[in-house]
């Protein structure tokens, strides 16, 4: 059970879902707010701040801070059970075969084969990530958990909104302005379906000084990956 973990309202949410729950514009995708525990994601922005170590990665199409893939929490973090428990728990969460059927269920994306990638990314003022389509590899299922400032109001004049875009007048192409705007409010969760050449998304350049986007990015595979580079995998753990 993940009573202390999730909140009540997401696991009554989660168990009455008997068709997928997706947003068909642009493409499939679904907001969900209340994610988890409050006291519990608190805990868990904490050990983020003090324990993990973001490192800043810069190139033609990303700017952002981002830790290791959490996977590897026991190599970068000693005593990683005792020292960060929360995140290790919300990690063993997100890798566990009960998260992994709500996404199916969710999304109807069909079956997922249990790999996941997880990194948690900082976006600070000048922090952006510009439009591209996810498709690397065999991923099938984007996912955002923000995490950022609880107690601060995240505004449109701040930046930082997720950006999904449809294809353009020539079928093939993300048109300029996204038809849909969605802000890194805390607790809520966005997952979304990677379709070759049609599941274009960015995030919006974040202007405050004050605040910080926090998140937790994953995503998840129909089948066993074929080889990627490493910029690949940095580029898929950005929203």
Same mark, same amino acid.
């Given at each position: 059970?993940?009573?202390?973990?999730?909140?009540?309202?997401?696991?009554?949410?989660?168990?009455?879902?008997?068709?997928?729950?997706?947003?068909? /514009? %642009?493409?499939?995708? &679904?907001?969900?707010?209340?994610? $988890?525990?409050? *006291?519990?994601?608190?805990?868990?922005? @904490?050990?983020?701040?003090?324990?993990?170590?973001?490192?800043?990665?810069?190139?033609?199409?990303?700017?952002?801070?981002?830790?290791?893939?959490?996977?590897?929490?026991?190599?970068? /973090? %000693?005593?990683?059970? &005792?020292?960060?428990?929360?995140? $290790?728990?919300? *990690?063993?969460?997100?890798?566990?075969? @009960?998260?992994?059927?709500?996404?199916?269920?969710?999304?109807?994306?069909?079956?997922?084969?249990?790999?996941?990638?997880?990194?948690?990314?900082?976006?600070?003022?000048?922090?952006?990530?510009?439009?591209?389509?996810?498709?690397?590899?065999?991923?099938?299922?984007?996912?955002?958990?923000?995490?950022?400032?609880?107690?601060?109001?995240?505004?449109?004049?701040?930046?930082?909104?997720?950006?999904?875009?449809?294809?353009?007048?020539?079928?093939?192409?993300?048109?300029?302005?996204?038809?849909?705007?969605?802000?890194?409010?805390?607790?809520?969760?966005?997952?979304?379906?990677?379709?070759?050449?049609?599941?274009?998304?960015?995030?919006?350049?974040?202007?405050?000084?004050?605040?910080?986007?926090?998140?937790?990015?994953?995503?998840?595979?129909?089948?066993?990956?074929?080889?990627?580079?490493?910029?690949?995998?940095?580029?898929?753990?950005?929203?």
């Amino acid at each position: 059970m993940h009573d202390d973990i999730c909140s009540r309202s997401f696991l009554e949410f989660s168990s009455r879902i008997t068709s997928p729950i997706v947003n068909a /514009v %642009p493409y499939p995708h &679904v907001n969900i707010h209340n994610v $988890f525990n409050d *006291r519990f994601l608190r805990e868990c922005l @904490a050990e983020l701040k003090d324990q993990l170590t973001a490192n800043f990665k810069e190139t033609d199409l990303f700017k952002v801070y981002q830790t290791t893939d959490l996977a590897n929490l026991q190599d970068c /973090v %000693p005593r990683a059970r &005792v020292t960060v428990p929360h995140l $290790f728990r919300l *990690r063993q969460y997100l890798y566990s075969e @009960a998260f992994r059927d709500f996404i199916v269920q969710a999304t109807g994306c069909g079956s997922l084969d249990g790999a996941v990638d997880c990194s948690c990314n900082i976006y600070t003022a000048g922090c952006h990530l510009l439009c591209h389509d996810d498709v690397i590899g065999t991923r099938r299922i984007s996912y955002i958990i923000y995490l950022s400032e609880p107690d601060e109001v995240w505004t449109g004049t701040d930046g930082g909104q997720l950006e999904l875009y449809p294809i353009g007048p020539d079928g093939k192409n993300p048109t300029d302005s996204p038809v849909v705007s969605m802000m890194p409010e805390w607790n809520s969760m966005v997952l979304f379906e990677v379709l070759p050449g049609h599941s274009f998304h960015a995030v919006r350049e974040v202007s405050s000084i004050t605040k910080t986007r926090v998140s937790i990015s994953a995503v998840s595979y129909t089948h066993l990956r074929a080889h990627e580079t490493e910029a690949d995998l940095v580029c898929r753990l950005l929203l």
